[in-house]
């Protein structure tokens, strides 16, 4: 058990990972330069336990513990007994190798060093420091304390008893761990892209608007929340950042090329619930029902959004083949990733295996005969499993 525990960064984040420590019973220094975002951080954890006694999945004792368990400190000096640290501040490669080599100086030659990067190398992090063994990739979902996932990215200078001893501690706060390649964007924002890219795609050429992509993903697909909902969700400017994120970082594969669509929205300012537009209108609730509700010109009927979705699902599953191939991540990482960190109703790869390993080849074949497009090209693995008769999860 690692009993001292620093987080860099008192945003929604580091807050929420500093609630899933306290709760396991560690030491909590959360540090922030910024005593406004210290303050905020403990009144949201008060409100945050406040309703959790109100639903009696604790006590007020257990609240008391939680509190008492987690210091709120201006000085990253007052991380230097932490065992382990979690930086969770801004995107921006710089900044977190500037923190990090300013909190070596600090800790103790045997810390361990973490970033919640959702999309940096954490090579490049790593070797901002004297001791770059001791540095790692926890990244977790928001919000921290429900999300079950946390993916965890060893670095090629990560030493074996660090990654060991993260696991098993990440393991004990009660979280899922799936272990990934230091690759653009890990697992989840590596595998997902589809989900948006594809819906994307299938509305600037016509197919169908919106509101009928999202209605086919959850009625024929069973996902909680559409593509367009979910970017409006995540934020369109943000959304947007790690798509051409991930797409710089591999070369402009145009399996990863981000959407003009997108990009306009986001330089129109309609970044989703947070601004009060995005694909649809927050601030008029009859307005956003009634765009909502209005029917596809190119798709009404069940089959065509049994197609979206079908499109949608390949390209989807095609990635996760990949991420397998490429060595990514186990299968069992890769399908608890998108189960536990997104939320999706299925593994991919399980999924899969129930729609046929042919049938996933003949669709993407379909795709690339029409479009002529690398973006469509099938993956190795699916090939090499139809003719091996082999499936993912025997």
Same mark, same amino acid.
């Given at each position: 058990m690692i009993k001292n525990i620093g987080i860099i960064g008192a945003g929604t984040m580091g807050s929420g990972i500093a609630q899933v420590a306290a709760t396991a019973g560690c030491a909590v220094k959360l540090f922030d330069v910024n005593q406004e975002a210290l303050d905020k951080a403990k009144a949201a954890l008060e409100k945050v336990l406040k309703r959790l006694i109100e639903k009696g999945r604790i006590d007020a004792s257990e609240k008391d513990r939680i509190q008492a368990n987690i210091r709120y400190v201006t000085a990253l000096k007052e991380l230097a007994k932490a065992d382990l640290t979690i930086e969770a501040i801004v995107e921006n490669l710089e900044v977190k190798k500037k923190v990090f080599q300013e909190l070596e100086t600090y800790v103790s030659d045997t810390a361990i060093i973490a970033s919640n990067t959702s999309s940096l190398s954490i090579a490049s992090i790593a070797a901002s420091l004297q001791n770059p063994e001791r540095c790692i990739g926890i990244h977790f979902?928001? +919000? %921290?304390?429900? =999300?079950?996932?946390? $993916? *965890?990215? +060893?670095? /090629?200078?990560?030493?074996?008893? /660090?990654?060991?001893?993260? *696991?098993? $501690?990440?393991?004990?706060? @009660?979280? /899922? /761990? %799936?272990? #990934? @390649?230091?690759? +653009?964007?890990?697992? *989840?924002?590596? *595998? &997902?892209?589809?989900?948006?890219? !594809? %819906?994307?795609? =299938?509305? !600037? !050429?016509?197919? &169908?608007?919106? &509101?009928?992509?999202? #209605? %086919? =993903?959850?009625s024929v697909g069973g996902f909680r929340m559409g593509p367009f909902e979910l970017m409006d969700f995540i934020g369109n400017d943000v959304n947007y950042t790690v798509t051409e994120t991930v797409f710089n970082a591999f070369y402009q594969d145009p399996r990863y090329k981000p959407s003009f669509t997108q990009q306009r929205y986001s330089q129109a300012g309609y970044l989703g619930r947070k601004s009060g537009r995005g694909y649809y209108d927050y601030k008029n609730v009859e307005a956003d029902n009634a765009f909502a509700k209005a029917p596809s010109q190119a798709a009404t009927a069940t089959q065509d959004k049994e197609a979206i979705f079908e499109r949608i699902l390949i390209m989807l599953i095609n990635e996760a083949a990949d991420a397998l191939f490429w060595n990514v991540a186990s299968a069992e990482d890769i399908d608890n990733a998108m189960t536990k960190g997104v939320n999706y109703p299925k593994g991919l790869l399980a999924w899969a295996d129930e729609k046929g390993i042919s049938w996933c080849v003949q669709k993407m074949d379909a795709l690339y005969d029409e479009y002529r497009e690398d973006r469509y090209r099938c993956s190795p693995l699916l090939r090499r499993m139809e003719k091996e008769g082999k499936q993912f999860f025997a």
């Open positions: 979902f928001n +919000p %921290a304390p429900l =999300m079950k996932l946390v $993916e *965890v990215i +060893p670095a /090629v200078q990560t030493s074996q008893n /660090v990654l060991n001893t993260c *696991v098993a $501690e990440i393991t004990r706060w @009660k979280k /899922v /761990v %799936a272990i #990934a @390649k230091d690759t +653009p964007g890990f697992i *989840v924002n590596r *595998v &997902a892209r589809p989900f948006y890219g !594809e %819906a994307l795609r =299938m509305y !600037e !050429e016509g197919v &169908a608007n919106f &509101a009928t992509i999202d #209605a %086919a =993903m959850k």
